[in-house]
């Protein structure tokens, strides 16, 4: 119902104005408490305010399924503005290798030629988004 729709909405800003003043690391109990579907709301509140510092911090610390819905909420833009500011680990691999097909065209069918190069060029050469990013450049 509209009041709970209302309620909602201003704990994800909430949530969203505090994660800019947390310690992820300190924080790391509270934020793995957080449900992903939340995380994931507060990540595209995040995203479109432009802070892309605060994100990366906390995805460093946050569990895989909450990763997996934080940036499933993020646009391409929003990655090309993330990813050189992220630490890579193995739960980042996991999650960027296995990005939603959905996901990875938008990617390729949003980004310019360049916005693509810069893109791939930012990520680890493993990664299966790097060959397919790869592919849609050779195609071009």
Same mark, same amino acid.
């Given at each position: 119902d509209w009041s709970s729709d209302v309620c909602s909405s201003d704990l994800v800003r909430y949530l969203a104005d505090i994660s800019m003043v947390l310690d992820p690391v300190r924080s790391r109990p509270v934020l793995r408490a957080i449900p992903p579907a939340r995380i994931g709301e507060v990540a595209r509140e995040l995203f479109r305010? +432009?802070?892309y510092a605060t994100m990366a911090e906390f995805a +460093?610390?946050?569990d895989v399924e909450a990763l997996f819905a934080a940036l499933g909420a993020a646009t391409p833009h929003d990655l090309l503005e993330l990813v050189p500011m992220l630490e890579w680990n193995a739960d980042l691999d996991h999650v960027v290798g296995n990005l939603p097909d959905a996901q990875v065209r938008r990617i390729v069918s949003e980004l310019s030629h360049?916005?693509?190069v810069r893109l791939a060029e930012m990520l680890p050469e493993d990664a299966e988004i790097r060959s397919t990013i790869?592919?849609?450049l050779e195609s071009a």
């Open positions: 305010r +432009g802070e +460093g610390v946050i360049p916005e693509l790869g592919r849609r």
